[in-house]
Structures are given as C-alpha cells and as structure tokens.
C-alpha cells in the first residue's frame, strides 16, 4: 500500500498564502510595517547574552530534565509572577521552544485516534499537533460541551483574540477533566501581558483554580515574547509531576534536549524580573497608539484584554482588510488563519519598533484623511 506523506496531511502553512500582500506592503514608498508574526523586535537583556556567553564553552551534553539551576529558577519565576504554587524541580520540563512541545505534546503522550478539544478561534498549531498523532480536532470552548476527550489544549491569554480566561471558566475545565479523566494543557505563554487590571490572566495551576491539586494538568510558558528570547527557542512545561516525568521520559529518548548555553541563558531571565516588566511597558505604550489610530479608521477591536496583538474587524472578509491595510504598507494577519470564526477579523501585533508603530498610525491617520 503507498505511503501518504505526513506532510500532506497537514493543512496548508499559513503564512505561505500572505506572500503576495507581502510583497504588495513591501512596495510602501516608506517601507513596510510588519505586525503580522508574532516576532519580538526589541533586544533581549544584556544579563541574559551575558549569561549565554558564559556558558558557550561547556562540552558536554545538556540535560533534558534541566539543569538544578534551571529547575529552581522555573518555579519560583512562576509562583512570584503569577501565583502558580506547588511547584518544585519535579514538576517542570524545559523545552526547545513552546511550538515545539504543543505540536508534539498528543504524540509524547500517546494520545492516538482519540478526540483532542481546542479552542473555535486558535493558534494553528494546537490542531497540527493533534493531527500529527493521528487524532480529531474538535473546536469548542464551553468545558460543558468538552464531552469525552483525551486532551484539552486551552489558550488564555488567547492567540489571536487577547481573550482572557477567569477563575470560574477554568475551574469548569478542570472539573470537566477530573470527571473524564483527561488532560488540560493550557497554552500561557502571553501571562505576562495583561492590560485589564479588572480581569488579569490566571494560571490554570492557580490555586484558585487547582485547590491545590495540579492532577491532569500541564501550563506551556516562554520566554520568547516576555524576554524577547525568540531565536533562543526557551520554553518550558509546568504541572503534574506524572505528566512531566512522563513527558521527560520520551523526550529523554528522543534526543529533544534544550542546548546548554540557552539553559544559561533561561535562568538570566527567569531571575530578571525588571526586564519583563520594560518589555511590558513597551507594549502598553505601542498598544496606546495603535488602538486610537484603528479605532479611528473604523475598526472596531474585540477582547484584546491581554497578550502582544489586537483583534480587530471592519466588519468584512479578513482577505479584504489585509488588502487595504497591505495599499498603506501594513502587513497584518488574517483572522481565518485560526479558524472560521476568524474570517472577519484581523489580528494586528504589538512588535514592532517603536518608529514602525507610529508609521503604521501615521498612515491609517492620512487614510481618514484621503476617505
């Protein structure tokens, strides 16, 4: 019988259908403003460089448990920044990136032909992950409707939306997965970015949320967006001891180990929390901007209480906004990327340079002008 390529069993890449508007904002007189991937453009902590060159010499193999170094600073980052208790060095698992572990997480775990949940507006890779495993997708986001299912990826703050997930709402998931004996892993990575004080993000190992009890559950966090550490490829997983000693087991068989040097560096920044909070600070002052000069151009932007994007709509086809928007040189990422329910938004980044945010509101300003 022939072999089918995995490959062509996944969908399409997204970002390959943008090629042409690209190349069309490209063409600006002024250049391009690119808020469409999500790449961090500010640099990472001198501290953290520093700590990378440090540890450039050494010969031998990395860990893939982590160094004790590594395993202690993880979970006291996460309890200090945001009230994730009863962790300790069995309970976390560095990883070559947060992409990395989500497309490989139903595999590594064995999760075979069975039902996955992820969210109706979502990250494309939760839903490439769980094909990869040769399991079914199924888009929900109300736990009442989870139904039977091995895996849950949940995603707050969200990517794309900026919707952010409370106490009760996450309590409800993981009642749903104590009563079917399944697995919760909540995709955190943008926790660091909350922009409503009145409805900050939860950790899904809060203990508002667990009472204590991190059974079935597993929070995805990384250092890409918070410490600009993108091209180190840092993440790493927190949670039930079960799950992660499981998880290290395979991954210790697989080769799948975070290089030494960037466990040097990981430290740096789990102990540098003054350098998350400049970054912080860097988005709120480009969100400011970038809010008033959509809403003037007649967007109207939904959810977006947190994380490094807005989620915004003129009220038609995602495709047309990213043409008009690529005619001032603005290249943006289509709603439907992340699933039907997108089709009529665009999701707008907070990352660019501080000069290419304000010629991106500059030019939607001269827009309103020219209409």
Request: charged share 20%; glycine share 10%; with cysteine.
């Amino acid at each position: 019988m022939a072999r089918t390529p995995l490959g062509h069993t996944l969908p399409d890449f997204p970002w390959n259908s943008l090629a042409q508007v690209k190349e069309k904002a490209a063409s600006h007189p002024d250049g391009i403003v690119d808020l469409s991937v999500g790449n961090p453009v500010d640099e990472v902590a001198p501290g953290v460089q520093l700590a990378l060159s440090e540890n450039a010499g050494v010969p031998g193999y990395p860990q893939t448990m982590g160094t004790p170094e590594l395993r202690r600073a993880i979970p006291a980052a996460l309890e200090r920044r945001y009230n994730m208790t009863g962790l300790d060095e069995k309970s976390v698992l560095p990883v070559i990136g947060t992409k990395e572990a989500i497309a490989m997480l139903p595999t590594l775990l064995g999760i075979r032909g069975e039902k996955v949940i992820i969210p109706s507006v979502a990250y494309p890779t939760y839903e490439v992950g769980v094909l990869i495993a040769g399991s079914q997708a199924v888009r929900e986001d109300d736990p009442a409707k989870f139904g039977e299912a091995a895996l849950a990826f949940i995603n707050s703050p969200s990517n794309p939306t900026g919707k952010v997930l409370g106490v009760d709402h996450l309590r409800a998931v993981v009642a749903w997965a104590r009563e079917h004996n399944a697995i919760v892993a909540a995709d955190e990575c943008y926790m660091g970015f909350g922009w409503d004080d009145a409805n900050p993000p939860v950790s899904i190992l809060d203990p508002r949320v667990t009472d204590g009890d991190h059974t079935g559950l597993i929070a995805m966090h990384s250092l890409s967006k918070t410490a600009n550490m993108a091209s180190y490829r840092a993440g790493f997983l927190a949670g039930d001891r079960e799950l992660i000693a499981e998880l290290l087991e395979v991954r210790k068989h697989s080769g799948l180990m975070v290089p030494g040097p960037i466990q040097g560096a990981m430290v740096a920044a789990l102990e540098d929390d003054s350098s998350e909070q400049l970054q912080r600070n860097r988005y709120v002052a480009r969100r400011a901007k970038l809010v008033r000069a959509l809403t003037e151009a007649g967007f109207t932007i939904e959810d977006s209480e947190a994380g490094m994007y807005l989620w915004a709509t003129r009220g038609e086809n995602c495709r047309t906004t990213v043409d008009w928007l690529a005619e001032l040189g603005i290249l943006v990422a289509p709603g439907d990327f992340y699933g039907p329910l997108g089709e009529l938004y665009v999701r707008v980044g907070l990352n660019g340079t501080d000069e290419r945010v304000d010629a991106a509101c500059a030019r939607l300003a001269q827009a309103v002008q020219n209409a």
